[in-house]
């Protein structure tokens, strides 16, 4: 069984810049999450994808945007970058495998906004 | 404000101890609840999940849950020094999003 993947590993960006973040579902889930934690916090719910659709959103502006795609992986956007968007960005899968809600965690991607 | 509380900690415990963390949640439609383990610059690993009230052991691991007192806890006996890391508690109600506390870390001394 394949775990949840995600890429890059590492990231640096500057102010306003754009970024894209992937990832891959763990084998045989269909749901994918994504949450943004910064250093000493827990997660944060960005929002989550089912069926190539956005099944619910957190507390985030519109410029942080998605996609799932038909093979159930996921991309994460980020438009116009702010120093405060700097965190460890997890990918989350779930789905027929145990409960409903139990999510899986991807290695994250760590992102630095200079 | 769906709010997940847990002491930050550190709590340290010696080797062979039983490590007792909580949690409290403000959401009274919360349904289900997980404790993660993290470790430093690694992502939260699901360790166990509870969605009624009572006692679920799997291992050394016990959770905990209390839907009246709105509380979770989770135990761990005959703490290892591999057991020092984050826990992290989180809940969730019927829809998608999961509500993550702060984390309490933990130290396990030899």
């Not at chain 2, 969605?51 to 849950?65: H, I, M, P």
């Not at chain 2, 989180?90 to 001394?109: C, I, R």
């Amino acid at each position: 069984e394949t775990g949840v993947t995600q890429s890059p590993t590492h990231l640096i960006k500057t102010r306003g810049q754009q970024v894209t973040l992937r990832c891959s579902s763990q084998s045989g889930h269909n749901t994918v999450s994504w949450y943004q934690q910064a250093l000493g916090q827990g997660p944060q719910f960005i929002f989550q994808y089912y069926r190539e659709e956005e099944n619910g959103r957190g507390n985030f502006p519109p410029r942080f945007s998605g996609l799932q795609f038909p093979n159930y992986s996921s991309e994460l956007n980020v438009n116009a970058l702010e120093l405060d968007d700097s965190a460890l960005y997890l990918c989350a899968s779930s789905g027929r495998t145990g409960g409903w809600n139990e999510q899986f965690f991807g290695p994250g991607t760590r992102l630095t906004v200079l | 404000q769906k709010e997940v509380e847990q002491n930050s900690g550190p709590l340290s415990v010696p080797e062979g101890a039983i490590a007792s963390l909580n949690c409290t949640y403000s959401d009274r439609g919360s349904q289900s609840f997980f404790w993660y383990r993290q470790y430093s610059g690694k992502s939260p690993e699901l360790i166990m999940s509870i969605y009624s009230n009572g006692d679920k052991e799997d291992g050394r691991f016990t959770a905990q849950l209390n839907k009246a007192s709105q509380y979770v806890s989770l135990l761990i006996r005959d703490s290892q020094p591999s057991d020092s890391a984050t826990y992290l508690c989180a809940a969730a109600d019927s829809g998608y999003a999961l509500n993550f506390g702060k984390g309490t870390s933990l130290l396990v001394t030899p």
